[in-house]
T-cell receptor, first 112, second 114 residues
Framework: GENVEQHPSTLSVQEGDSAVIKCTYSDSASNYFPWYKQELGKRPQLIIDIRSNVGEKKDQRIAVTLNKTAKHFSLHITETQPEDSAVYFC???????????FGTGTRLQVFP | NAGVTQTPKFQVLKTGQSMTLQCAQDMNHNSMYWYRQDPGMGLRLIYYSASEGTTDKGEVPNGYNVSRLNKREFSLRLESAAPSQTSVYFCASSGGTGASYEQYFGPGTRLTVT
């Protein structure tokens, strides 16, 4: 079946350092790749997404890259801050109104 | 706009009891989803509805039923609860006008089955 693998499961960085989270997907028809952030006890919220017609997208300190040939995509957070501490989920899907398959999450801790 | 709302927020059931989790959205979205979240397992799709009047199974549908009551509401029913269904349940919606594919999540229901 469709599958999304996410690594690492936990990541600890010093404030100001960069953090990278990687995901691979199995469904070659996937064309939409969002990243969600979930703070403790809260709902997941979209932080950035990318569609298959672009290879990279950036929004301030956050960027996502996509390699469709290799079927993997990554989240890059630069200049990390303590408020970036949360669980991050990648997902893959076929677009509007369709289902998403989520990765198992990465717990990011940013130490001051 | 309230976005996506869910009731109840918390629920404790005994094994074998039944209950319905309610979800509603006011964003005129076409699609709605039910996920469960367990430690270390991420978000797993239980059922989804791509449009009013249709429902489809997700990754983990066993033990659950759903009803897309109208465009706004999508309910999840546990007919005979089991301890393995202890989890946090999230409803989400997507697919309004425009080009956004974003799924918006409700606040979640924390369910414990003893």
């Amino acid at each position: 079946g469709e599958n999304v693998e996410q690594h690492p499961s936990t990541l600890s960085v010093q404030e100001g350092d960069s953090a990278v989270i990687k995901c691979t997907y199995s469904d070659s028809a996937s064309n939409y790749f969002p990243w969600y952030k979930q703070e403790l006890g809260k709902r997941p919220q979209l932080i950035i997404d990318i569609r298959s017609n672009v290879g990279e997208k950036k929004d301030q300190r956050i960027a996502v890259t996509l390699n469709k040939t290799a079927k993997h995509f990554s989240l890059h957070i630069t200049e990390t801050q303590p408020e970036d501490s949360a669980v991050y989920f990648c997902a893959a899907g076929r677009g509007n109104t369709d289902k998403l398959i989520f990765g198992t999450g990465t717990r990011l801790q940013v130490f001051p | 706009n309230a976005g996506v709302t869910q009731t109840p927020k918390f629920q404790v059931l005994k094994t074998g009891q039944s209950m319905t989790l309610q979800c509603a959205q006011d964003m005129n979205h076409n699609s709605m989803y039910w996920y469960r979240q367990d430690p270390g397992m991420g978000l797993r799709l239980i059922y989804y509805s791509a449009s009013e009047g249709t429902t489809d199974k997700g990754e983990v549908p066993n033990g659950y039923n759903v009803s897309r009551l109208n465009k706004r509401e999508f309910s999840l029913r546990l007919e005979s609860a089991a301890p393995s269904q202890t989890s946090v349940y999230f409803c989400a919606s997507s697919g309004g006008t425009g080009a956004s594919y974003e799924q918006y999540f409700g606040p979640g229901t924390r369910l414990t089955v003893t």
